[in-house]
């Protein structure tokens, strides 16, 4: 027999009932062992078969995470998040708590600027590491009432602020595709988030970075991009920003606030089956929507940065339910580098008051460890600094934590 033959289970078992036919003890000897070949062959039938979906068929574990809206409340898998809960007199239930972690995903493609990023324990940057740091840090968010993070397709500064951008940071090519490296590192992203019951805000352009898109109609291409490859994967868990702060410096007129709801309408139309993704843009510098914004969103973003009183975020936010009198729709802060966490009254507060979802905001200070921050690169996911701790101990005694 030869060496590839004898190597199948069935032709070892025949082998060896030849060999032990002599006897009828060998006789038994020889059924009992190829009883036993057989079994172990039929375990490990099994035991691929129930393998390769997990590893292979990962589309059809999606959606166990869905996002909706009813009224100004969100929902996840048809219930009110954060169900039943009252802080203070105040009602949690419809909320979506959420933190600005934009640079999950982060890498940069110019040389001349990536040593700039790179990891205290090993002098080297490293974008695997950076999202998988990511990945194993969402758990412990959650549990202290987390529900949702902001993720963005072009990252943000990673200085926390910056008049210039030389680094190139883009899951968008110069022409409207969406770059493999990048989407991989979201999908991991989103896959873990859809596991644990938590709620993506992707953004997909921030202005400095996109300025690296040729034209508008590549700009038109990476939003049906982003959007098509969202849907073909299933992911029910995504609301979809078209760019951060689109009243702040963008190269191209569709992303300025005259023009932006154009993608907003856009994407909305923009289905699989009976699917579309939830979506807005948000504004920057204490700025509301505008009114052309407000018609054609799911939900209203604005950022408390500039805002520096709670008495600030409360204008803010009164301001914006006014526009949508006629139409309920959820506000979210989706960015607040304000704290005073120990203070009876903050921006958190003054936000949760007027019944408006909060978004913490932090990125590392000038001298400050690599452990503060989690907007500026390389970052700490873990919630390892005095203010993170601060931000998370506030937000589960506000939530009651998951």
């Not at 070949?37 to 035991?47: D, F, R, Y």
């Amino acid at each position: 027999m030869s060496q590839s033959n004898f190597e199948s289970p069935l032709n070892r078992s025949r082998w060896l009932i030849n060999r032990l036919m002599p006897t009828a003890a060998s006789l038994q000897l020889g059924l009992v062992i190829l009883l036993g070949m057989i079994l172990q062959l039929n375990c490990e039938s099994k035991c691929h078969a129930q393998e390769t979906p997990a590893q292979s068929n990962a589309q059809t574990r999606r959606g166990q995470t869905e996002v909706s809206i009813a009224g100004d409340t969100f929902l996840i898998n048809g219930q009110p998040t954060y169900q039943g809960r009252y802080w203070n007199g105040h009602k949690i239930e419809g909320l979506l708590m959420n933190s600005r972690m934009v640079q999950g995903i982060f890498d940069d493609m110019n040389p001349e600027t990536v040593s700039r990023w790179d990891y205290p324990d090993t002098g080297k940057w490293d974008a695997q590491r950076n999202t998988q740091e990511f990945v194993d840090a969402m758990p412990s968010w959650r549990e202290h009432g987390l529900l949702a993070f902001t993720l963005n397709m072009q990252g943000g500064s990673p200085e926390g602020y910056s008049k210039s951008q030389p680094w190139h940071n883009s899951a968008i090519t110069a022409d409207g595709k969406l770059r493999p490296d990048y989407l991989a590192r979201l999908e991991s992203i989103l896959d873990r988030a859809d596991q644990i019951g938590m709620v993506v805000i992707l953004g997909v352009y921030y202005f400095g970075q996109d300025s690296r898109i040729d034209d508008e109609t590549a700009v038109i291409a990476g939003v049906d991009n982003t959007v098509d490859w969202l849907l073909d994967k299933g992911y029910r868990n995504v609301l979809l920003e078209i760019n951060n702060e689109c009243n702040v410096r963008y190269s191209h007129a569709i992303l300025q606030p005259e023009r932006v709801h154009e993608l907003i309408d856009r994407v909305k139309n923009r289905t699989s089956g009976d699917r579309r993704l939830l979506v807005g843009t948000s504004y920057g510098g204490g700025r509301v929507p505008g009114q052309n914004v407000v018609d054609v969103s799911d939900f209203l973003l604005i950022h408390g940065n500039g805002q520096n009183s709670p008495e600030k975020i409360t204008a803010q936010v009164r301001q914006t339910r006014k526009l949508i009198a006629d139409k309920p729709l959820p506000i979210i802060n989706n960015e607040d580098d304000h704290y005073d966490f120990d203070q009876p009254n903050n921006n958190v507060i003054a936000s949760i008051q007027e019944y408006c979802s909060w978004g913490y905001f932090d990125f590392r200070r000038r001298s400050e460890a690599f452990e503060d921050g989690y907007q500026s690169v390389p970052v700490s996911w873990k919630i390892d600094s005095d203010r993170k701790l601060a931000f998370f101990q506030k937000l589960k005694e506000i939530t009651g934590g998951l």
